[in-house]
């Protein structure tokens, strides 16, 4: 097979997109024609996640009964939470329970069998039960898991908000409120990203939605992909161990060979535009509770990767000592990510619906060819 070879598919394009645009060279990310700074700073999760999945952002009135109808199906189905509290008890990884509770809540939705899996309005029905279930089940594997009981959604919070409240048993104030609601907007799409591909990659068969977010959170478990901020956040706390200076420690770390968790990327030639976002949000935590160490810390290494390496941080970079600063479990960084990035995926999933064509790229052929069969008696 002649062709140029692109390993990992860098810089091959495979579809056309109206959802998200990224400017690597500026440093720039757009959701549907809308700076993500001016939604960070402007829009709720709820906001973004009509933005995407219909390609304009919703009147009040529209995002009123869109947010009540994301409310009312928090709630989790008996067999649900018993397979949510059998894995808790397993001591199951956080990414491999939210990808089987999401593949599992497929058989409590009526609409999971219907026979046209491309019909927009039952997929944007199920997408509503399956963004909003996704934090119930994580906050529900998360407070099982530390012997606690199960804290039922309350619809009068938003998305964010009512995560933290199931997950912690008590109303967050509302700076967590919105640092976390600003957080899900941040990470709700960007582009091709594997675990997008992943999905986009399975409806391109297709497969039902449940199938389609199932495999994502599969690609994202990965440590290269959603994995990434976990691994800042074990960084930085080894080296608030080490009692060592921050840039002396990531010295030591690059001359031993080793990476730096949350540098580089991909895409960006230049810092990810939501790493600003973030560290300053990671900043403001650190001065609320009077313990500036991990943001301090934060900026050391990235002044440091900087000039010896010239790498910008990554959105990872700095939601690890965010997600930190605000009492949060290391390991469910990855599930939050997913979380968030459900409501890219679905809205990808949608878009390869309304125009598909099966995605089966092919590979070069490098084996032996015209060998002689021997009979396995002869061997």
Not at 130 to 157: N, Q
């Amino acid at each position: 097979m002649s062709g140029e070879l692109k390993r990992g598919l860098e810089g091959v394009l495979v579809a056309e997109s109206k959802l998200s645009f990224i400017d690597g060279d500026a440093g720039q990310l757009v959701y549907c024609g809308y700076d993500i700074e001016d939604l960070a700073r402007d829009a709720s999760y709820e906001e973004v996640l009509y933005l995407l999945w219909h390609g304009e952002l919703p009147t009040s009135e529209e995002l009123d009964a869109f947010s009540d109808e994301l409310a009312a199906h928090r709630g989790l189905d008996d067999g649900v939470l018993d397979v949510t509290r059998e894995l808790a008890e397993q001591d199951e990884a956080p990414m491999a329970a939210l990808r089987t509770l999401v593949s599992s809540m497929s058989a409590y939705d009526e609409s999971a069998d219907f026979e046209d899996v491309t019909d927009r309005e039952v997929n944007l029905e199920k997408a509503k039960r399956i963004t909003a279930k996704m934090p119930s089940v994580l906050a529900a594997y998360a407070r099982f898991r530390r012997g606690d009981d199960y804290v039922e959604p309350d619809e009068s919070l938003n998305h964010a908000a009512n995560f933290l409240y199931m997950l912690n048993g008590e109303e967050p104030n509302e700076v967590l409120a919105e640092t976390f609601d600003m957080a899900l907007v941040l990470h709700a799409d960007h582009g091709l990203n594997a675990s997008t591909f992943s999905a986009m990659v399975t409806s391109s068969t297709l497969s039902d939605l449940y199938s389609a977010v199932t495999s994502a959170i599969g690609t994202l478990s990965g440590s290269l992909h959603g994995g990434a901020n976990a691994n800042v956040m074990r960084m930085l706390k080894d080296v608030d161990d080490s009692d060592m200076d921050p840039t002396e420690w990531v010295k030591d770390a690059l001359d031993r060979g080793e990476r730096v968790a949350g540098f580089g990327h991909r895409v960006y030639n230049v810092k990810d535009p939501r790493a600003k976002i973030l560290g300053a949000k990671s900043e403001a935590l650190g001065e609320a509770a009077g313990d500036m160490k991990w943001y301090e810390m934060s900026v050391a290494i990235e002044e440091y990767i900087g000039e010896e390496k010239g790498l910008a941080p990554n959105v990872d970079f700095y939601s690890a000592s965010t997600y930190y600063q605000m009492g949060i479990p290391i390991d469910l960084y990855p599930p939050i990510f997913a979380v968030s990035r459900v409501g890219g995926w679905i809205a990808h999933v949608l878009e390869q619906y309304e125009d598909n064509r099966l995605i089966r790229p092919r590979a070069r052929y490098t084996g032996e060819k015209d060998l002689d069969f021997t009979p396995v008696d002869e061997r």
